[in-house]
């Protein structure tokens, strides 16, 4: 059975920082595009970074640019967000995806598996 598995997040206060694990559990992620994906209460979900088969790294969403840092450990089968200077409007239930094609997309479609999501809020 192959599934994504998040964790690592949780409550921040601005400034703040945290780091989002996604693990991948029946398959092996380096040969998939991993994308990170959140949503925030009534709004709709956006694209945030992603990393390709061949770890070329796109950030879509321009609030997140010199804050968040996506990278990948093979050995763990693992991809992490690395998320600095975290500020309110960070605040969102965060998924990971797996693209088996192995490129990157701001849009959900393409991705093939979710993770459950993970619940980042960040709030004084």
């Known amino acids: 059975q192959l599934r994504l598995v998040e964790s690592g997040g949780g409550l921040v206060q601005p400034g703040g920082s945290l780091r989002l694990y996604c693990e991948g559990s029946g398959f092996t992620l380096d040969v998939y595009a991993i994308g990170w994906f959140r949503q925030a209460p009534g709004k709709e979900r956006e694209g945030v970074q992603c990393?390709?088969?061949?770890?070329?790294?796109?950030t879509y969403a321009d609030s997140v640019m010199g804050r968040f840092t996506i990278s990948r450990d093979t050995a763990k089968n693992t991809v992490y967000l690395q998320m600095n200077s975290l500020k309110p409007e960070d605040t969102g239930v965060y998924h990971c995806a797996a693209d088996a094609a192995g490129y990157c997309s701001r849009y959900a479609t393409p991705y093939d598996w979710w993770g459950q999501g993970t619940q980042v809020t960040v709030s004084s």
């Open positions: 990393i390709s088969s061949i770890d070329e790294i796109q």
